[in-house]
């Protein structure tokens, strides 16, 4: 299972450097995968004793009330002022370096 989780990273890994435009190094690789091997224990759960988990209550509530987020206030934005500092725009569009494949040429 684990040369099957580091095969199928390893091959996602390019993909995602051409779209992040980041390189992921060995150490990072590394974590990734142990990362990914560390979740799959989530496959192991029996759904059927999940059944009798009750829900968790969250402790800065009083009395069980529900804790709502806030209320976000919506700002007017001009097009002018945050496109202004990219290099290239094509159709309104803020354009990423051109010298990697887009993904559907892949």
């Known amino acids: 299972m684990a040369s099957n989780i580091r095969h199928s990273v390893t091959k996602l890994v390019p993909l995602l450097e051409r779209l ?21 224990q989530i496959d192991q759960i ?17 009395n069980n009330d529900c804790i709502y987020m806030r209320d976000d206030s919506i700002e007017p934005t001009d097009h002018i002022e945050i496109t202004k ?10 354009v990423t370096p051109s010298k990697h494949k887009h993904y559907s040429d892949l």
């Open 20 to 40: 992040s435009l980041v390189r992921i190094n060995q150490d990072a690789l590394d974590r990734v995968i142990r990362c990914v091997e560390f979740s799959k």
């Open 85 to 94: 500092n990219a290099q290239k725009l094509v159709e309104d569009y803020f």
């Open 46 to 62: 029996d759904d059927n004793q999940l059944a009798n988990v009750k829900p968790m209550i969250s402790p800065s509530a009083e």
